[in-house]
């Protein structure tokens, strides 16, 4: 299957410890976006990439989040010093978007991954 | 900023009846409006969306929404569910205002489907 894959699926750290996620997107597709999911709310948006760019950032994405697409290919996330109110399940989607050109949002539609779940003590 | 409200949190249906979930947004210009779905253990997967022209759309498994602009809404509609529909349901709205614009997801509806 070419769909979005995550990983890990679950990852249980520390209180001020550092965490890397990985997203692997679906094969050409030129977007990228990170969302959050706590418990009882929708997803949340984080991030955005178009290939290699990223470009816009929630104001949720405080310093200790950082998030990379080098290749324009797959994405990390990391969190630096996890506090426990970073517990929570993190989403990775992606869109064809266009090769090249304007972003049109009019015809974009955005397909998730599994998800990692993150436990912080 | 552009918001969307999910009027119902857990919705308790016996199989074969009829499903409705609300959904309202805010925002007044032109949007791509989604609905999608999250079985249990599993991850989201977009239901049905709509873009433009028919305001009556129709997704997979038998669901279909209706765009109201009037009213803001996006309500999504089955006419007789299955057990197997069980699953936690999220409205998304998008401007459609050029550019790149983020997607923005409702708390979602809970269904639980009794056989």
């Known amino acids: 299957d070419t769909g979005v894959s995550q990983d890990p699926r679950h990852k249980i750290t520390k209180r001020g410890q550092n965490v890397t996620f990985r997203c692997d997107p679906i094969s050409e597709h030129n977007r990228l976006y990170w969302y959050r999911q706590t418990l009882g709310q929708g997803p949340e948006f984080l991030t955005y990439f178009q290939n290699e760019a990223q470009l816009e950032k929630s104001r949720l994405l405080s310093d200790r989040f950082s998030a990379e697409r080098p290749k324009g290919s797959f994405s990390t996330l990391e969190i630096q010093r996890t506090e426990q109110g970073d517990s929570a399940m993190y989403l990775c989607?992606?869109?064809?978007?266009?090769?090249?050109?304007?972003?049109?949002?009019?015809?974009?539609?955005?397909?998730f991954g599994p998800g990692t779940r993150l436990t912080v003590l | 900023a552009q918001s969307v409200s999910q009027h119902n949190h857990h919705v308790i249906l016996s199989e074969a009846a009829s499903l409705e979930l609300g959904c309202n947004y805010s925002y007044g210009g032109t949007v791509n409006l989604f609905w999608y779905v999250q079985y249990p253990g599993q991850h989201l997967q977009l239901l049905l969306k709509y873009f433009s022209g028919d305001p009556l759309v129709k997704g997979i498994k038998g669901f279909e929404a209706e765009f109201i602009k009037s009213k803001f809404s996006f309500n999504l509609r089955k006419p007789s569910v299955q057990w197997s529909d069980t699953a936690e349901y999220f409205c998304?709205?998008?401007?459609?205002?050029?550019?790149?614009?983020?997607?923005?997801f409702g708390t979602g509806t809970k269904l639980q489907v009794i056989p």
């Open positions: 989607a992606s869109s064809p978007g266009l090769a090249g050109g304007p972003y049109q949002s009019s015809t974009d539609t955005q397909y």
């Open positions: 998304a709205v998008r401007r459609n205002s050029g550019g790149y614009q983020k997607v923005t």
